[in-house]
């Protein structure tokens, strides 16, 4: 069984900064892509940025300059460093990995979800 934790949500005034982390733990043979994404009251989850096994990152039009993912492949970890946010940043960010387990193939597996808020 594998778990994936976040941390690092919160409350912050526009132009702030926050960290998220999420941890994989349990039967990991290894992780494929690393994503983050974003689901805002009302609206559908969307991608905000991923990272693949060789370390190359992508963001979404929405993000890109302003937020950094990161990877630590020894702690099964996925970071990201959201800098300059904005209001519409506000959202539940969840991570989401493709791990293939012992004795298993690649799947998806989602955190719990953490709340970003950006409010003055």
């Known amino acids: 069984q594998v778990q994936l934790v976040e941390s690092g949500g919160g409350l912050v005034q526009p132009g702030g900064s926050l960290r998220l982390s999420c941890a994989a733990s349990?039967?990991?043979?290894?992780?494929?892509?690393m994503n983050w994404y974003r689901q805002a009251p009302g609206k559908q989850r969307s991608l905000v940025a991923f990272?693949?096994?060789?370390?190359?990152?992508s963001y979404s039009d929405s993000v890109k300059g302003r937020f950094a993912i990161s990877r630590d492949n020894f702690k099964n970890t996925v970071y990201l460093q959201m800098n300059s946010l904005k209001p519409e940043d506000t959202a539940v960010y969840y991570c989401n990995m493709v791990i293939e387990v012992t004795m298993g193939g690649p799947r998806h597996y989602w955190g719990q979800g953490t709340q970003v808020t950006v409010s003055s």
């Open positions: 349990g039967s990991i043979f290894s992780i494929r892509t």
């Open positions: 990272i693949t096994s060789d370390g190359s990152a």
